[in-house]
């Protein structure tokens, strides 16, 4: 039998080729519903398969791209996100409960309820206009992955680039979508003027636990080619091994950063897992439905980086974690980044070439 198709709210059921498998109530929301065993063997019974779930894309009537950020521990002070939610369904997403603010859940809803910013290109030519910009670098994500699947047919991503790459924009890109090499020309244009640089995440090696826990981002190998690609185009490039999760993926490190580094990786950075809000309710499940045997061991594993608790908001730990079991994964990583040469200092990136747009699109006769 296939799986049904679903295009409501909220399956009762298995649902296949997500993520979550929950859509749990938000931290806004005063009602909480609670489907009761019976409900749930009778959808079993209906769909034996599961259901899948059809992914909706709405418009978001943004006003600005260009959002400021105040975290002391993140390396970039502005952001352009073009979608919020993410298609990818990453059951770890710390970005899951910004779907909250909607009324929807951190859930399924963030994986296949997703607002896109059509707008984006000529609200980003506008901001960039603006004197009082200087071509301070970008950060293109953040929140969500600009090279999500939806991207493919949209092209917001690809149409933004374009503008940076005509002003020589300085940009950073952290992406798991082996999509990216479709915009080598322009990240090419970038790179000669010392105006970008990329990350691409790789959380493991295994292909089957990459689907698992990321179910529609691009499979490891994939990954990996695509920062080769971006490596022989003079793109600078590292790898993102993030999150680590203790019990799961963190026996991988060496790993990863071998194949990072024979792809052409230059650099390499690492955060730990973090489940704020009902991210933890998405994860918890996820991980008793796919590893019911080491589930408890790997909740503890994390509570110990937590001081006892699933998450951490302070700066200077959220990312790293604290504790025996986090200093362990830190010394891990920071000898095999030392002797694989990716230790390196930050790739640094250049406003010197920044050239302002007009909003017409034709520059002055002059302008170099």
């Known amino acids: 039998m296939d799986a049904c198709d679903f295009d409501g709210a909220l399956p009762f059921g298995v649902v296949r080729g997500r993520g979550a498998g929950v859509n749990p109530s938000g931290r806004y929301e005063p009602v909480r519903l609670h489907v009761l065993g019976e409900t749930l063997d009778e959808a079993l019974d209906d769909c034996p398969d599961g259901v899948q779930v059809r992914t909706r894309v709405y418009r978001d009537n943004a006003k600005t791209v260009i959002n400021p950020v105040d975290s002391p521990d993140l390396p970039f002070k502005w952001t352009l996100n073009p979608y919020r939610g993410c298609e990818h369904g990453c059951v770890y997403c710390y970005a899951r409960p910004t779907h909250e603010t909607f009324g929807m859940s951190c859930g399924l809803d963030f994986e296949t309820r997703l607002f896109a910013k059509l707008d ?52 950073s890109i952290v992406t798991k979508g082996s999509l990216i090499t479709r915009d080598l020309d322009l990240l090419s244009t970038l790179a000669r003027h010392q105006a970008v640089q990329v990350f691409v995440s790789v959380t493991t090696l295994d292909a089957d636990l990459a689907r698992s826990m990321e179910p529609r981002a691009s499979a490891p190998r994939a990954r990996l080619d695509a920062m080769r690609d971006l490596s022989d185009a003079g793109v600078p490039v590292g790898v993102m091994v993030a999150p ?62 937590r001081g006892g608790a699933l998450n951490d908001s302070r700066f200077g730990t959220r990312f790293r974690g604290e504790g025996e079991r986090a200093e362990q994964i830190r010394r891990l990583f920071k000898v095999f980044k030392s002797r694989l040469g990716l230790d390196r200092e930050r790739m640094a990136l250049s406003s010197a070439s920044f050239r302002r747009p007009t909003l017409s699109g034709q520059r002055a006769l002059f302008d170099e």
Not at 284 to 291: H, Q, T, V
């Open 120 to 171: 984006a290109p000529d609200l980003l030519r506008r901001e960039l206009t603006r004197p009082k910009w200087q071509g301070e670098p970008i950060m293109l994500a953040g929140i969500t992955d600009v090279y999500q699947p939806v991207e493919r047919r949209l092209r917001i991503t690809r149409g933004c680039l374009e503008i940076m790459a005509e002003c020589r924009q300085p940009i």
């Open 244 to 305: 680590i999760v203790p019990g799961l993926n963190d026996a991988e490190i060496p790993g990863i950063l071998l194949a990072a580094r024979d792809a052409g990786a230059r650099t390499a950075a690492f955060t730990v897992l973090r489940l704020p809000y009902q991210v933890k309710t998405v994860f918890l499940d996820w991980l008793r439905r796919e590893f019911p045997l080491k589930a408890d061991r790997v909740e503890g594993e994390i509570r110990r980086m």
